[in-house]
Nanobody
């Protein structure tokens, strides 16, 4: 299985920006569907963004469309989540997830992924 490590979280004011990184090791991200999820206290883990293994399809939750961008650098074996115009409701622990596949589908549910990072905290102050 691929191993994932997220970093880049922190405290930011509303309207600010952050870039989260998910560094993968052991397997290339180009053979995995990748996703970013988040979980706020007392809430279920929810999809934020996902990218298909070939990089040709992406998905965004309605709450982040136009503000967040998922991207991938195959040379660095890293997936990014660029977050802008952050809001207090974006506060959560953000997780990177992966599943080895050549599926034509984007994976949107946590149970579709079998490798997870440890998470990184994002806090947006008002």
């Amino acid at each position: 299985q691929v191993q994932l490590v997220e970093f880049g979280g922190g405290l930011v004011q509303a309207g600010g920006s952050l870039r989260l990184s998910c560094a993968a090791s052991g397997r290339p991200v180009s053979t995995h569907n990748m996703g970013w999820f988040r979980q706020a206290p007392g809430k279920e883990r929810e999809i934020v963004a996902a990218i298909r293994w070939d990089g040709r399809m992406t998905y965004y939750a309605d709450s982040v469309k136009g503000r967040f961008t998922i991207s991938r650098d195959d040379a660095k074996n890293t997936v990014y989540l660029h977050m802008s115009n952050l809001r207090p409701e974006d506060t959560a622990v953000y997780y990177c997830a992966a599943h080895a596949t050549y599926s034509l589908l984007i994976f949107r549910r946590p149970e579709q992924y079998d490798s997870w990072g440890q998470g990184t905290q994002v806090t947006v102050s008002s």
